[in-house]
């Protein structure tokens, strides 16, 4: 099966329906696989050519490189619980890459609100202590990477604030608020060093954001992948089994 009009149809009226029952998001492999099982041959290029296409006319979107989702709109984080603490660090280190973000931002995708929020930012290493003692002097709790039994001594207060390191590979967020992919990740990090929530709470929460607002599936999977996080258990089925 070669020709343009048979490819897109199949496409169309098949694969991608067929798809968009198992779960929000598809991949190009999984595009081809699912073309390969229907017995048809297609050339890679055509099919990329025919998703582009179905991009362009709103019946997919782009979800990152080699990624799709049947969903429109991405999903949204307030920035208002982070607002503050991006203020600050702005108005002193105003060329400091950073990124801001609190588990208050998905209270929305939760079964058990948060009751007292934890906020955390990533600084570039180098300016960690001067971060810290800029936020100290202005009446902010940091702690400075805590690891172990420090964070488990951690307390929420509602000037408090983590910092760590931001990671050589984390998602742009220029204006410093931390984008929903990478917050998903970090979290999933903070779940168990700052024992926040069972790790089938997170899971759950994640899923619900995932099937409610369009992430950026390739940069999620990127960034877990560098965070050596397996990107298959930020999720529970069926969005577990895609990655």
Not at 63 to 77: C, E, I, N, Q, T
Not at 118 to 141: G, I, P, Q, T, Y
Not at 216 to 230: C, D, Q
Request: net charge positive; proline share 8%.
């Amino acid at each position: 099966m070669n020709k343009p009009y048979e490819a897109s149809r199949l496409l169309r009226e098949t694969v991608l329906p067929a798809l968009a029952r198992r779960a929000p998001y598809t991949s190009t492999r999984a595009v081809r696989l699912a073309i390969s099982k229907a017995k048809a041959k297609v050339q890679p290029a055509t099919i990329n050519h025919y998703l582009q296409l179905l991009c362009r006319e709103g019946v997919i979107f782009d979800a990152g490189r080699g990624w799709y989702s049947f969903l429109k709109d991405p999903v949204r984080v307030s920035p208002e619980p982070v607002a503050g603490l991006v203020g600050e660090v702005r108005k002193a280190f105003p060329l400091l890459r950073f990124a801001a973000w609190s588990t208050a931002q998905v209270n929305p995708w939760m079964h058990h609100l948060i009751g007292q929020p934890v906020a955390v930012l990533d600084v570039e290493k180098d300016a960690l202590d001067s971060v810290a003692n800029r936020l100290e002097a202005a009446n902010w709790k940091p702690a400075v990477n805590p690891r172990g039994e420090s964070a488990r001594r951690f307390a929420p207060h509602p000037r408090a604030v983590i910092v760590r390191a931001l990671h050589s590979a984390a998602p742009q967020s220029p204006d410093g608020y931390a984008t929903p992919e990478q917050l998903l990740v970090e979290l999933r990090l903070e779940v168990e060093a700052l024992s926040l929530m069972p790790v089938s709470e997170y899971r759950a929460m994640a899923t619900r954001m995932a099937i409610e607002g369009r992430f950026e599936m390739a940069s999620v999977v990127s960034y877990a992948t560098k965070r050596r996080v397996p990107a298959s258990e930020l999720f529970i089925n069926p969005l577990s089994a895609l990655l």
